[in-house]
């Protein structure tokens, strides 16, 4: 994660770069070149203490029965350090990520889901604002899930598990004879 010098440093490149494809000679540049780019220097910096640093990526406290399927949420099931979510092939969890800059703060950015698996084990609903994205059991299995912004990214890991019976099924065999009774002693 870059810290506030290299910023600084890139934001001088940047802005020397953006500069010398200008023609300071002219009347309508005008006014102290130095100036102009540390000034340009500060802005690109500023954009650049901005962008994500790192992406924290969050299940949700509770686990939802897919629609159609009766039954109230339950607590999320996760593994250590509240994440590696294990739920039934009826339920579905929402994750969230929080985009934040080198100090913490949130920053908007727009984030792309996917899953390894192929729909196989889960299938995914990102938000309209990719902040958040619900992933619904399909199959039993596992799936590893991230999310990235191009140059960051986070992961966690889905396990699906099959639910409880819904229904029972009785099939009647085939009639035969009973067997005779033992002879008496």
Known sequence: MPDIDECRAEGLSLAVELHS?????????????????????????????????????????????????????????????????????????????????????????????????????????PSADTLSCVFAAVAPGTANISVTDGNLSDVDVITVTAGAAATLVLTPGTPTDEPAPAPSA
């Open 21 to 125: 494809r200008q023609d300071f000679g002219t009347a309508t540049y005008g006014g102290d070149t130095a100036a102009k780019i540390l000034a340009d220097a500060a802005q690109f910096a500023t954009w650049l203490e901005s962008r994500p640093h790192h992406l924290t990526l969050t299940p949700g406290s509770e686990t939802y029965q897919q629609p159609g399927f009766p039954g109230p949420a339950v607590p999320t099931k996760t593994g250590d350090h509240g994440m590696s979510v294990t739920m039934t092939d009826s339920q579905q969890v929402s994750y969230s990520v929080q985009a934040e800059d080198s100090k913490g703060q949130a920053v908007s950015d727009t984030l792309t889901w996917s899953s390894d698996d192929n729909g196989a084990v889960v299938t995914l609903t």
